[in-house]
């Protein structure tokens, strides 16, 4: 009985556990004093962003990055966010590999001398 129960976990944790999701989303929170004009997001692999919009002081983005590179490579995600005075944050987060990501998400906290990244 024992070795049942032990054998259906590891099998469950063998299916579920290297799944692959597509798009992973993305939140962006501005923590920092600056208002970003624009907020790109794309695949680095990709010259296809997509333009999130405008992220003001204390405001919170949410998207999908979406892998639109016809070859199926390794690589990670770009997040831009450009500022009218310049400002210009660039972030390679996370990892997907033969097109897939192996995270389900990722959050980018932009502070006024860093940025912090979360992935799940």
């Not at 929170?29 to 999130?52: A, C, G, K, Q, Y």
């Not at 998207?63 to 199926?72: A, E, I, L």
């Not at 944050?89 to 932009?110: A, D, E, M, P």
Request: hydrophobic share 30%; net charge positive; proline share 2%.
């Amino acid at each position: 009985m024992n070795r049942t129960i032990i054998l259906n976990i590891i099998s469950l944790f063998a299916f579920t556990g290297c799944t692959y999701k597509k798009n992973p989303d993305i939140i962006i929170v501005n923590e920092s004093s600056t208002v970003f004009e624009n907020v790109f997001i794309h695949s680095v692999h990709s010259s296809d962003s997509t333009n999130l919009g405008s992220l003001g002081v204390g405001e919170r983005l949410k998207g999908s990055f979406v892998n639109t590179d016809p070859n199926p490579t390794d690589g990670c995600y770009v997040v831009r966010a450009v500022s009218r005075s310049g400002r210009q944050v660039y972030k390679c987060i996370g990892y997907y590999t033969n097109g897939s990501s192996l995270n389900r998400g990722f959050q980018l906290t932009i502070k006024n001398d860093t940025s912090i990244t979360k992935e799940w």
